[in-house]
């Protein structure tokens, strides 16, 4: 089991490994995340907008597992920006995940053409303080986006889950989010397994005796970055635990670092509304 964490700038703490439930069929969402909890992930992600929150909820009270023990992130549609209506979201997701609050809770998207995630941020804040989530952050955000919730609001996001990946490595808006604090969270870590045969993947998991895919996820822990991963096989799942028994050299992280191309895999932050 991994019990790696790390620390929120509100005092509270993120596991570092995680499973993603997007794309996760709403029927099996509930075994899928069972299953990994036994297994031994702390984290589950998911969204609003992944239809699955009942199996998310499901799936966490089936383990034996006590809640208290799971970290639990959900997230707040494009469509539901804006005070009021982030409200109704959040109480919205709480009840399809049958549980009185959750530990983490994101604005999706920046969804810049509604300018509407100041209003959204102000909602969350004030869900914070109602008790309904116990830390609020961003996803997809972009410095300027970072830059105006905190101008404006003076609360620092605890966290940007952005896509990060062997290909989109995102070395700026992460050393931002190293300077303001925010801790950086990895989704599409491994990039659609498009750098599963680059050289230096390739190398290092000869030298480790790892696959890429554990490779790659290793090289997310060591950039210091919240990794959330999705299988739905037990063997993908039980693969995707076993990261923290090994390291990439400096060499290696080097070697990763050359294959930044600034190509995306989902859509621009910019522009996606
Ligand atoms: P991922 O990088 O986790 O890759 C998932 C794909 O890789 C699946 O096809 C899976 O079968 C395969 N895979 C998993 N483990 C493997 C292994 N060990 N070897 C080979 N193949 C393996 O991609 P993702 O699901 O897009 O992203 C992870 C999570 O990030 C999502 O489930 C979701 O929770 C989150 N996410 C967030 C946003 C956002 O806008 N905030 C967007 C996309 C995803």
Redesign the pocket.
Known sequence: MSNHRLRLNDGYSIPQLGL????VPAATTADTVSAALRMGYRLV?GAAIYGNEEGQGEGIRNSGIPQDDIFVTT?IWNNDQGYESTLRAVDASLDRLGMASVDLCLI??PSPAQDRYLDSWRALIRAREAGKVRSIGV??FMPSHLERLVEETGVVPVLN?IELNPRLQQAELRALHDRMGIVTQS?????Q?RSFDAAPVQAAAARTGK?P?QVILRWHVQLGASV????TRAA?LA??LDIFGFALTAEEMAAMATLDEGVRC?PDPITFA
């Open positions: 993603g439930i997007w794309q992600d997230k999706h998207w996803s997809n889950q989704w599409t870590p491994l990039g397994g696959t895919a959330i991963p999705r299988s993908g693969e995707n989902g």
